[in-house]
């Protein structure tokens, strides 16, 4: 398939075989850097803001906790990624069964919603404070960065990239000049250092700051990132992808925290300094910084403010499309999948604005950096399952003080997340008219706690599924005889569904033995749609090999075939491969989908027949 100019510079970016030296570690650069603009995003900012204001620097340590669990835990995506070419809501789909992944999804995808509307209150926070534009004008706003991030994808993943980089330096050098302006104190801030007992409010503020850090939609994004650098499947490539890709995770990460420790001592020596204890509210610190320190400071916090949300909304639509097509296997349209996450998010701001009014938009940020963390569970146990696997994972598997350091990490979050579940729940009851707590509240949270426990224990009893089918579409089928008919050179797009006897056998019906017969298929995953060629990841391995058993079926029956793979968009793939192999005839089948589902799914088909200048032939 050609590729074009923005994929092939990605190649280049990933091709690790032909350099040396720093220039080899560089080749794997790149995918932490993707991650961690997660850690920076406006949620960051509520929760540290918070955090600092009301406790000064004392809760300097959980972000370093906090920092050390998250840098734990990427490097365990990673690793998943790189040695099973899998991401982790693939993993996920093969180790538990459907009814288990419906909710996974689910729950994934309310902490991509919950991460999402911090990206839109943080960005209308910062239009308003710097061009005065009212908040709820600057939520309708944030709809249109969906165009934005469809722009950047078209250009490709370079220009991604250099967009998010770019984003991030805006954040980085703001707060390095703000550090200057403030003067915080080494001293207090070493002493912040040290471990305390967190209750009430600080607990609360403590577990978002959690949950802003150790991001769950961040693992399975990382799982798949690192599928795009090309390596040598062999024990000693796959020892230095791991290598270099803990550099890569440990560096990025270490920026994160620095950014995030900025705006907690920021806090701190601005407003603990001086009194004031309560500005959890974004705008307030804008507003007391333009008291205390002029126009300078105030100005450089909004334009971090707009840039840290910027970027963090294009990393949570990757994420996004993974969890989707991992968990549930339902692929649909970039521009929809994003529109959707977007208005999800949206819907709760505006009620938010409307019913209790702009003031209540903070702690809104911080509340959706506590949803983040109350779904960190469902995502690090399956993690820490996977990397466990020595049947799976061979030599890879982690060692045991991993092991223990991950469980102690995941018991953690988990144990912290039961504390404020309870005290936020006695505070609730206490209430005269509560009965909404025991009709809809304690419910959801007997299921949760299930769900949990069942995501826990499954993998260690269910040791009989090993042999559970492990291709993305199913095995190839048989190909019963066929008539001879006059046609050289023939493509069959194919798809392993139950579809593809009937398309193969009219193809062959069309050409007989006597003409040659081009396999397609297409890979549609995330990693696929933004890297091209250049992704190796478990999907594309098994699609080939389904491939090749047609081909081998085919031979046996006395038919010439060669199979070929495309990537991305089906229909652009598609007539690419045609065009470029000039075929006489194409051979598709039909979903037969109708209306919304074409809107949906988008109509392959018909989007083919406008892109080649041969027969296509649909088969229903």
């Not at 074409?598 to 229903?620: A, C, E, M």
């Amino acid at each position: 398939m050609a590729k074009t100019e923005s994929l092939s510079e990605v190649h280049q970016s990933v091709n690790t075989s032909k350099r040396k030296g720093w220039r080899r570690i560089l080749a794997f650069i790149g995918p932490a850097y993707l991650i961690s603009v997660g850690y920076m995003d406006p949620g960051n900012w509520a929760t540290d803001l918070a955090g600092g204001s009301k406790f000064g620097y004392q809760l300097i340590w959980v972000l370093l906790m906090s920092n050390l669990i998250a840098l734990l835990l990427q490097s365990l995506s990673a690793r998943l990624g790189i040695v099973r070419g899998l991401d982790l809501a693939q993993a996920s789909k093969q180790a538990y069964p459907r009814w288990a992944n419906i909710p996974l999804f689910g729950l994934a995808q309310t902490a991509i919603i919950a991460c999402d509307l911090a990206e839109i209150i943080g960005m209308a926070i910062g239009l308003q404070l710097l061009f005065g534009l009212p908040l709820i004008w600057g939520i309708s706003i944030t709809i249109f960065d969906t165009i934005l991030l469809l722009f950047l994808l078209n250009k490709g993943m370079r220009a991604m990239e250099g967009f998010i980089v770019s984003m991030v330096f805006i954040v980085g050098i703001s707060f390095l000049v703000e550090m200057f302006i403030v003067e915080p104190s080494l001293k207090e801030i070493a002493k912040g250092f040290e471990p305390s007992v967190l209750n009430g409010d600080a607990l609360y503020i403590a577990i978002g700051i959690i949950g802003a850090t150790v991001m769950p939609h961040n693992l399975y994004l990382h799982s798949s990132l690192v599928q795009t650098r090309k390596i040598e499947r062999s024990n000693k490539g796959i020892k230095e992808a791991l290598k270099f890709n803990l550099i890569d995770t440990t560096v990025a990460l270490n920026l994160a925290f620095f950014v995030n420790a900025a705006i907690l001592i920021l806090a701190a020596a601005a407003f603990y300094k001086n009194g004031l204890h309560e500005v959890a509210e974004i705008q307030d610190a804008h507003k007391l910084l333009s008291n205390i320190f002029g126009n300078i400071a105030p100005t450089l916090f909004a334009i971090a403010l707009i840039a840290a949300g910027q970027s963090s909304t294009v990393t949570g639509t990757l994420a996004g499309q993974i969890i989707m097509e991992g968990h549930i296997n339902l692929r649909i349209q970039p521009w929809l999948r994003r529109l959707i996450t977007r208005l999800l998010a949206i819907i709760p701001a505006f009620f938010t604005i409307l019913h209790y009014g702009d003031d209540a938009l903070g702690g809104l940020l911080v509340l959706s950096q506590v949803v983040l963390s109350l779904q960190l569970g469902f995502a690090v146990i399956p993690l820490i399952h996977f990397n466990s696997d020595k049947k799976l994972m061979k030599d890879f598997a982690i060692k045991t003080w991993v092991k223990v350091l991950a469980w102690a990490s995941a018991i953690t979050i988990i144990a912290l997340n039961v504390k404020l579940v309870i005290e936020e729940i006695s505070g609730w009851a206490k209430n005269a008219n509560n009965w909404w707590i025991y009709v809809i509240v304690v419910p959801a949270l007997i299921f949760i706690v299930f769900l949990l426990l069942y995501v826990f224990f499954h993998p260690l009893i269910e040791k009989k599924n090993r042999d559970r089918q492990m291709v993305p579409h199913g095995n190839a089928l048989d190909i019963g005889k066929i008539e001879k008919i006059s046609y050289n050179r023939i493509g069959i797009a194919v798809d392993f569904s139950k579809n593809d006897g009937n398309t193969i056998r009219h193809a062959l019906i069309q050409g007989g033995k006597d003409a040659h017969y081009y396999l397609i298929h297409v890979v549609e995953t995330a990693a696929a749609r933004y890297h091209g060629q250049d992704v190796m990841d478990h999907e594309t391995e098994s699609d080939a090999r389904n491939l090749e058993k047609y081909r081998v079926n085919l031979e046996d029956l006395g038919f010439d075939s060669t199979p070929f793979i495309g990537f991305g968009s089906t229909a652009k793939a598609i007539a690419e491969i045609s065009n470029k192999n000039e075929l006489e005839l194409l051979v598709m089948g039909a979903h037969g989908h109708k209306g919304l589902k074409d809107l949906i799914f988008g109509t392959t088909v018909d989007s083919v027949r406008h892109k080649v200048n041969i027969p296509v032939l649909i088969i229903r």
